[in-house]
């Protein structure tokens, strides 16, 4: 059975405060219109800001989607039929044809995966029970030989579940011959499949087979039942003849015997790329998917592998290529929202794209909740203040607008929260540095950019004071020459804002060559000081566009 789709709600890699509380508001709006299936994810860890938030108003964190590499799980068949290891390959076969699965997973009684059921193993197994050339023994148990002919049991001695090597006779030659080979077998667990003569019945209880199979309905009588119950010998009455009874009782074997054991399981984690070549090595050409604890969760097949994969995405926060999660290219894009500048995310259909100049993509939600006319659950309201006052400085940097200002008076009315104790709050959250390696706060808000040929990446820490940064220096500029080298990057630099002044440093790792074309002015080797700018998308990005435009003509 295919699952439903999934469409995840995710913002940038390292996201900030705005794109994770965005991806739960917007999830949220869409399930609260109807749709349980949008689902908010986020592609990296949060932040000490981010994290402070969803603690303070006990909100749950979206799921963790490091990458949206093609796996298992978003082309897997989800709720398969499984088969009980007890049950014959009969009723097994008769279960295949009535659900149309040509292949079931045999699972224990905890539904742990043993091995898997196909027509081809099928074919192997019965053809080799039935070759002539070899002794007719086999594993199997009297309820499932008694189940598998339809049999009218008369009496059953001992454990009828109980699995044993039964070693199979018909019962056609002369009495003599008949004696001889039952005393031939008399260490084996005996099945006798008899018609109506009585001298058999006798033969076959006197010499305590474990089963006598009598067939065209025939009766053993009375005498011959209690000598039967005494010694032990079970009784069973087949309502087909002979010949029937003799080909039918091979498909009483329990399942388990007949499974291909040789068939890997995969995990719903495995990446595609992995189980291609598994699958090339199958015969049935299909793989179960297990859990952790080795129980069945669903199957996987070279078929799947061509359809449409599961889940659908909408980006928050961004719509450039390389800010966005690995993989995403992978899958349908149903809507972007954002507020930075327009980049490249070539899609194959037409959607929902909705970019509007404002200080965070939360006012974008928030309007939105305004627009289908639902009420903004005080949670809710409460996360998309923090993304607002977060991503614009308390309402003072300058990518602030006349609609952040009125969505966060809005939220700050209906959640009974003020906006500058708030605002400053969240900021002290996220702007404590001291203990906290280099390569962690480089990281925790980096973004690429490409123009032209080159790329360089731009991350950004808010501090209460640049100090300690600067005390630090030379451990965050290797940290940016690492980010430079491993990306081949143009530069790679760090816009670390003082929230208590409004303006920032900027500390740079870049080509040599490049260091011409910076125009900000020089505080240090390195180091840069921007009076008054604060907001990478809006004042950052464009000049450092602009050189690095000077730089490639």
Not at 17 to 25: F, G, R
Not at 121 to 149: C, Y
Not at 449 to 463: D, H, L, P
């Amino acid at each position: 059975m295919e699952m439903e789709k999934t469409i995840y709600i995710i913002g940038h890699r390292n996201p900030d405060t705005d794109a994770v509380v965005s991806a739960v508001a917007y999830a949220r709006l869409k399930n609260l219109l109807g749709y349980p299936n949008y689902k908010a994810a986020r592609a990296g860890h949060l932040n000490p800001q981010t994290a402070y938030i969803f603690n303070k108003f006990n909100v749950p964190r979206p799921e963790y989607i490091p990458d949206l590499v093609p796996k298992v799980k978003y082309f897997m068949q989800y709720d398969v039929e499984t088969v009980p290891e007890n049950l014959s390959v009969w009723e097994s076969i008769a279960l295949m044809e009535k659900t149309e699965n040509r292949v079931m997973p045999v699972v224990d009684k905890d539904g742990k995966y043993l091995s898997l059921l196909h027509y081809s193993g099928f074919a192997r197994g019965v053809l080799t029970i039935l070759n002539p050339e070899k002794k007719h023994t086999f594993s199997t148990s009297i309820k499932l030989i008694q189940k598998t002919l339809n049999a009218q049991p008369i009496c059953l001695s001992g454990d009828a579940n109980k699995i044993f090597k039964a070693s199979i006779h018909v019962a056609s030659s002369s009495i003599e011959t008949f004696k001889k080979r039952l005393d031939a077998h008399a260490s084996e667990d005996i099945v006798v499949i008899a018609s109506d003569r009585e001298d058999i019945h006798k033969i076959c209880i006197e010499h305590k087979v474990k089963l006598l199979i009598t067939t065209s309905a025939c009766v053993i009588n009375k005498d011959l039942r209690e000598l039967a119950e005494k010694n032990g010998v079970s009784v069973v009455v087949s309502p087909y003849s002979t010949s029937p009874t003799s080909m039918l009782i091979a498909y009483s074997m329990p399942v388990s015997v007949m499974g291909d054991k040789d068939v890997k399981t995969v995990s719903i984690n495995d990446t595609v790329s992995k189980i291609k070549d598994i699958l090339k090595n199958v015969h049935c050409k299909y793989l179960p998917v297990v859990d952790e604890n080795n129980k069945v969760i669903g199957m996987i097949s070279e078929h799947d592998l061509m359809k449409e994969p599961n889940i659908e995405v909408i980006l928050v926060d961004h719509n450039e290529m390389s800010q966005a999660v690995e993989g995403v290219e992978q899958y349908k894009i149903q809507e972007v929202i954002d507020h930075h500048r327009i980049g490249a995310i070539p899609t194959k259909n037409p959607i929902t794209f909705i970019n509007r100049p404002v200080g965070s993509t939360a006012t974008q939600i928030a309007g939105l909740y305004k627009e289908y006319k639902i009420p903004i659950p005080k949670d809710i309201a409460s996360l998309l203040l923090c993304g607002i006052l977060s991503d614009t400085l308390i309402l003072q940097s300058a990518t602030t607008t006349d609609v952040d200002r009125d969505i966060a008076e809005y939220l700050s009315d209906i959640t009974d929260l003020d906006i500058k104790q708030l605002g400053n709050e969240i900021l002290i959250a996220g702007s404590n540095v001291s203990g906290r390696n280099a390569g962690e706060l480089v990281r925790q808000d980096l973004k690429e950019y490409t123009e032209g040929k080159v790329t360089y990446t731009v991350s950004q820490i808010e501090v209460g004071s640049t100090k300690e940064v600067l005390n630090r220096k030379n451990d965050f500029l290797k940290e940016l020459e690492i980010e430079s080298r491993s990306r081949k990057a143009l530069f790679s630099c760090l816009l670390v804002t003082d929230i208590t002044t409004l303006s920032s440093i900027l500390l740079i790792h870049c080509e040599p060559k490049f260091e011409q074309f910076i125009t900000f002015p020089k505080q240090e080797d390195n180091t840069y000081y921007l009076q008054g700018v604060v907001s990478r998308k809006k004042q950052l990005i464009p000049l450092i566009t602009e050189q690095v435009v000077n730089y490639l003509k």
